[in-house]
């Protein structure tokens, strides 16, 4: 599968943004979707994901001000984040998973830079 991730962009504490990305492909089936970030100097970390059947996840520091979510008719992966703070800076990356394919699939990341 081919993910577009996009929304990202500078952002001052305690604003808000969202990220999407947008899924195509010959089937666009999963079993899990996520987001993760990736700060300067850090490894790649989960923020959120979202089953096929709606169960989600979030870390600790998502909790309560991110929000993930899946719109069957557009394909398309969502992260809303709210109350942004600037750990939250770094880069976002969608995350495609189906095991019955053997697919981990990552999109090519969209930057979040959380400064005043």
């Known amino acids: 599968v081919q993910l577009q991730a996009s929304g990202g962009g500078l952002v001052q504490p305690g604003g808000s943004l969202r990220l999407s990305c947008a899924v195509s492909?010959?089937?666009?089936?999963?079993?899990?979707m996520g987001w993760y970030r990736q700060a300067p100097g850090k490894e790649r970390e989960m923020v959120a994901i979202?089953?096929?059947?709606?169960?989600?996840m979030y870390a600790d520091s998502a909790k309560g001000r991110f929000t993930i979510s899946w719109d069957n008719a557009r394909n398309t992966l969502y992260l809303q984040m709210k109350n942004l703070k600037i750990e939250d800076t770094g880069a976002y990356y969608c995350n495609f998973r189906s095991y019955d394919r053997g697919l981990n699939d990552w999109g090519k990341g969209t930057l979040v830079t959380v400064s005043s």
């Open positions: 979202i089953s096929n059947v709606g169960s989600t």
């Open positions: 492909g010959s089937s666009v089936s999963f079993n899990i």
